[in-house]
């Protein structure tokens, strides 16, 4: 590699890391505001939040590692055409090819860390999130119950606290369980506490009385010294919680696991798999695109605005595809072929520009009024 290419591929490598540095920085805000709550009212850990929160970055990558590399490409190809200098390696007998080497070297990368993150880390972390936001919103009494609130720990058990002690004791426990529908429970007692368990939090009630409504039967009441109740018999990812197909890794994809029912859940989840095999194509796609566009035509010293703003245009149009074909490839798999398509047809006719010159179709949309000498 020349030293040209060589310094081609720091400038692009300097850009991509600022500008996914600044979407990822955008995306863990917009997402760390949904969880915000969980540190300032319901006693969470800094660290737990921070850590939450940062698994949910992988999942991201497969947008923010594409439109990076295209508006790094986009950036540092537009400059040195504006400083003449493209148009000097051209003039020196330096093909399309030979230019655009420094970006498709980094596509090359993004490629490979995009299949590492869809394949294995985005999965890995996916769960772990999930898991960990089971355990939260299972096992941490501070972050369950408010006091003076009705609220909801687990589907169909509802509590409420009239006060909650430094020790972590509740006081004025009212606990409505409606899990079984012909047989409601409602407890009260004076005080208790949320416990952790295996299989979830239990309530550990003391001083109050019990009641069950069986239909017909009546009521039944009991008072009681110590009552423990159970709110849920879900555990983590491998001992019942049903995973989505974010959390599954590729072969479980494609061969879904029997606890998926349905024939739209089964679809649902060849879907992610394909788009897991396809999305990293996109990092050469996208920044293709600007290559097509900037090198792939004639050198104009007055500036490439009209395109930029084409290539912007087609890589939204790109990407608005390629997430329409997903969905809609959940409901009619026969859609499927699509996915791959978009990202293939793309990749091979920006190459076929760069290689065999600008297509005419190209001139058109993008006139030069001045050529470079």
């Known amino acids: 590699m020349s030293k040209f290419q060589l310094y081609v591929l720091r400038q692009i490598v300097m850009v991509l890391v600022v500008v996914a540095a600044g979407m990822f920085a955008v995306i863990w805000l917009t997402k760390s505001l949904s969880l915000i709550d969980l540190v300032m009212n319901r006693g969470l850990s800094v660290s737990m939040f921070a850590w939450i929160t940062t698994l949910l970055l992988p999942a991201s990558f497969a947008i923010v590692g594409p439109i990076s590399l295209f508006v790094a490409a986009a950036y540092v190809y537009h400059r040195l055409t504006m400083d003449s200098e493209l148009v000097i390696m051209h003039a020196a007998g330096i093909s ?11 596509s090359a990368a993004m490629i490979a860390i995009g299949y590492l993150v869809s394949l294995y880390l985005m999965p890995l972390a996916y769960r772990e999130y999930r898991d960990l936001k089971f355990q939260i919103s299972h096992n941490y009494s501070s972050v369950l119950i408010q006091e003076g609130v009705f609220s909801q720990v687990v589907p169909g ?126 990092n050469l796609a996208l920044p293709l695109v600007a290559l097509a566009l900037l090198l792939g035509a004639e050198f104009n010293r007055r500036g490439h605005t009209v395109r930029i703003l084409i290539a912007v245009a087609i890589v939204v149009g790109l990407e608005a595809s390629m997430i329409g074909t997903k969905n809609l490839g959940r409901r009619i798999p026969e859609l499927t072929p699509l996915i791959y398509f978009l990202p293939a047809a793309t990749i091979a006719i920006c190459l076929a520009s760069l290689w065999r010159g600008p297509f005419n179709l190209w001139r058109r949309l993008v006139p030069d009024t001045a050529t470079a000498s």
Do not use: C
């Open 96 to 106: 399309r090819l030979q230019l655009a080497r420094p970006a498709l070297l980094a």
């Open 157 to 282: 058990v509802t509590v409420y606290v009239r006060k909650r002690g430094p020790d972590g004791t509740l006081m004025g426990i009212l606990v409505h369980d409606r899990r079984q529908p012909d047989a409601p429970v409602t407890a009260l007692a004076e005080r208790g506490t949320l416990l952790p368990g295996e299989n979830g939090p239990k309530m550990v009630m003391i001083q109050g009385n019990r009641q069950e409504r069986r239909g017909d039967q009546g009521t039944s009441r009991l008072q009681f010294d110590r009552y423990e109740l159970q709110f849920t018999t879900q555990t983590r990812s491998g001992f019942g919680r049903w995973q989505s197909p974010h959390e599954q890794f590729l072969h479980d994809l494609f061969d879904p696991p029997e606890a998926v029912g349905g024939h739209s859940r089964y679809h649902q989840f060849r879907m992610e798999g394909h788009d897991r095999l396809t999305a990293p194509l996109m």
